[in-house]
């Protein structure tokens, strides 16, 4: 690098030297003023200490994000085609003492043209650089002229190096925010607005996940106090997708986000196991929302003949005639069957008290004493509740679900829809740990049912009001101390309703996305729903209950569905919930998997069937390695390809992704690698490596009655070099893919194949 070149990197890292000063600066005042207020101690009116503890959780959640932002603070700038000032871009907003901004954060809208403008649409830059950091020093610049008039000094590659050096840096296991090198097809998406339901279609590699993550980051900053209060969810394919995703949004300053995947969508339960192939296609269905309604109606019985009852010695009768006139009273409440309940109950023994005391009347020759106390008798009457319940009980979905999987007779009867093959394939001999296909199932009956409990009802009301003191409260601390927000130096508003949050002690001091995720019924303000190609009807169903205003963000790929029940297109997953009203968007560009990986990847998926619009690969890598062991020989032959890539990789990660059958004992036998990580293909969807190993392709199609689904998947999950390790051999147009792909060799270079900003 020449003195020119090094004198604009040391200007560089004089800026950056000042952003990571003040950056510092922000966060002894930070740590200074929580020490104040913690020395406050609790004294002082009630108003006052509400106060200390608003301000004190709200220092601590401004220091948590100024640590967060630690890594690559800036990455960015822009040069005005006007002569204006230069702009620099980073993770948050930074103001000096004198409020002058210092970083711009990259979701504002300014910041936009960052990631939009090109040489035939410059939106008035002139240059736009990269910064690439080791921890906080400058470790290189990559400029991009994008005006023919720009006559000022330039470094780097031309705007690709940065996005190269992202692309090829070594796997660690977790996902990396892309903020520095988001493309323009992928910002569009980020900065939709936030109504409505947009689907993100986008083939393996091309960041349909970072973008779904850093919408989520955009949309929390563009709409803050909107989704402060409602919280937004994300809903993923599996717990280790959630593991590999979590540190992305902190790391862009963003923590109120709930992570759930499907199995974790109805509180209680936290499950992956999977059904069978039928009746996991079977519990997928629409018609289950029917056969539920019919399988609680069930429990609402009647009797087939009159019922003595015996009332503090007097012996009187309930009929049928009474228990239907009860139910049809309760139901017309139209409430779920516990709340409805109560109607029933009251209806049912004002009959049996208006019964007795008919009786009681008849015997005391007409006497007109009190009788008021025949009613509490009634209520008191062990032989009138044992009634009341064989009639209305109550009842919770676990027991519904599973008395309606274990006892044929109750299946059969609720879902005449039904074969006698699909009730065979669901039944099971006892209750045992929830599948994922029946989360869903105990999701729509806890709608059915409402809670068991009748105080659920007034604890609902307290919490309401206190809610609404909550913020009388939080609106007062503001307007108190005012002047302490005016210099905080950190770009963003402090609202009620961030006060709010943290008021009134520690038991009480959870965000939005926490109270949501501790409430089955909450209605969040935004769902994202990732590899959502795999979603059943039901599934689908449980998901648009959590968003009654219909504002998601929905991402994945229908070339990669491979879960029984799971839909073949947008339109027939969608319509039933959205209408036909959806926005389809298409990523085009396959950023992580090399062309000969993807191009034998996508020709094998189309020999098997299976539909594609295949992404453009912009990089080229060494071509799949093929090789075959013998069925007895499977442990062996896979040790020995992964060690052969643990060696290739150097360092880098890498993963060997196997039937779902031999999981188990491919762990046991790779147990001496402990680098390696072994993965069925459902649990792979979402990841990538540096290096994969994939075993048995053949058995991998058989996990999913022959879908080519996760074969396509697990083929593209490397962003450097592919092993296929067939066992005893493949399907021959398979073999013929594999050995031209094979035969390609390594290829020349690593540079992407066509312009990045086009």
């Excluded at 966060?27 to 002082?44: F, I």
């Excluded at 995947?261 to 039928?278: H, N």
């Excluded at 993807?598 to 090789?627: H, K, N, Q, T, Y």
């Amino acid at each position: 690098m020449g003195d020119g070149q090094n004198a604009i990197v040391e200007a560089e890292q004089r800026r950056v030297d000042a952003l990571y000063a003040r950056l510092d600066e922000l966060r002894r005042e930070k740590e200074a003023e929580l020490s104040a207020v913690r020395r406050q101690g609790p004294s002082g009116s009630a108003q006052k200490v509400s106060e200390r503890d608003s301000f004190a959780a709200l220092h601590e959640d401004r220091l948590a994000q100024l640590f967060a932002v630690e890594d690559r603070l800036v990455f960015g700038s822009l040069t005005p085609e006007d002569g204006g000032a230069e702009s620099h871009i980073g993770r948050i907003g930074l103001t000096d003492a004198e409020s002058q901004r210092m970083l711009v954060d990259w979701r504002a809208p300014e910041a936009g043209r960052f990631y939009q403008a090109t040489a035939f649409d410059p939106q008035g830059v002139a240059r736009r650089r990269h910064i690439m950091l080791r921890r906080r020093t400058v470790v290189g610049l990559d400029d991009e002229v994008l005006s023919p008039d720009f006559e000022g000094e330039t470094v780097g590659t031309g705007g690709d190096g940065a996005l190269l050096r992202g692309l090829n840096a070594k796997r660690t296991g977790r996902m990396h925010d892309i903020v520095s090198t988001i493309q323009r097809e992928q910002d569009e998406i980020i900065r939709r607005p936030l109504a409505g339901v947009t689907v993100v279609q986008g083939g393996p590699g091309t960041g349909k996940t970072a973008v779904a993550l850093h919408r989520a980051a955009y949309l929390l900053y563009t709409h803050r106090e909107r989704l402060s209060r409602s919280g937004v969810l994300l809903v993923g394919p599996s717990a280790a997708f959630l593991e590999y995703i979590e540190r992305v949004l902190p790391s862009l300053g963003e923590t109120g986000v709930v992570m759930r995947t499907v199995g974790e969508l109805y509180p209680g339960v936290a499950t992956a196991r999977e059904d069978a192939p039928l009746a996991a296609e079977v519990k997928g269905r629409a018609v289950w929302r029917e056969i539920l309604k019919r399988a609680v109606r069930q429990r609402q019985r009647t009797f087939s003949r009159p019922r003595e009852v015996n009332v503090e010695g007097f012996r009187t009768t309930i009929t049928p005639g009474m228990v239907k006139h009860a139910q049809e009273k309760a139901r017309a409440t139209r409430q779920p069957h516990n709340k409805a309940r109560d109607t029933f109950v009251s209806t049912l023994m004002d009959a049996v008290t208006e019964r007795v005391t008919e009786q009681i009347k008849e015997r005391s020759k007409g006497n007109k004493a009190d009788r008021s106390y025949v009613a509490e008798d009634v209520a008191a009457s062990s032989d009138v509740r044992v009634a009341v319940n064989l009639a209305w009980m109550p009842l919770t979905p676990e027991k519904v679900l599973g008395e309606l999987l274990t006892r044929p007779e109750l299946l059969v009867d609720a879902a005449p829809e039904l074969s006698s093959r699909e009730i065979a394939a669901l039944i099971r001999r006892e209750p045992a740990e929830w599948t994922l296909g029946d989360v869903p199932l105990l999701d729509e009956l806890a709608d059915l049912l409402g809670p068991l409990d009748p105080h659920d009802a007034r604890r609902l009301r307290e919490r309401e009001d206190q809610d609404a003191r909550d913020t009388q409260n939080a609106e007062r601390a503001l307007e108190n101390v005012n002047t302490q927000l005016e210099n905080f130096g950190v770009d963003g508003i402090i609202s009620a309703e961030d006060v709010k949050r943290s008021m009134s002690g520690p038991e009480r001091r959870i965000n939005a996305a926490t109270a949501a995720d501790l409430d089955r019924t909450w209605a969040y303000g935004h769902v994202i729903v990732d590899e959502a190609q795999e979603l059943t009807p039901m599934q689908w169903h449980t998901v648009f209950k959590r968003v009654p205003i219909r504002s998601m963000t929905i991402v994945g790929d229908m070339a990669q569905a491979s879960s029984p029940g799971s839909s073949r297109s947008w339109s027939e997953a969608l319509e039933p919930f959205t209408g036909g009203r959806f926005d389809e968007l298409a990523l085009t560009v396959n950023y992580r998997t090399p062309r000969q990986i993807s191009d034998a990847a996508v020709a094998v998926a189309r020999e098997l069937g299976a539909e594609i619009e295949a992404p453009r690969p912009i990089r080229d890598a060494a071509a799949p390695v093929l090789s075959t062991v013998p069925g007895e020989r499977w442990r062996e032959g896979l040790v020995e390809a992964c060690a052969a890539e643990l060696e290739q990789a150097a360092g880098g990660l890498v993963a060997a992704v196997v039937p779902r059958r031999a999981a188990a004992p491919a762990r046991e036998a790779l147990a001496g690698l402990p680098e390696v990580r072994v993965l069925d293909a459902h649990e792979a969807k979402g990841l990538e490596f540096d290096s994969v190993v994939l075993m048995d392709p053949e058995g991998i199609l058989e996990d999913d009655g022959g879908r080519p689904g996760s074969l396509y998947v697990a083929m593209t999950r490397s962003t450097q070099r592919l092993h296929v390790l067939a066992v005893d051999s493949l399907p021959p147009g398979v073999q013929g893919i594999l050995d031209r792909a094979a035969a390609e060799g390594p290829a020349a270079d690593d540079s992407p194949r066509e312009g990045r900003r086009a």
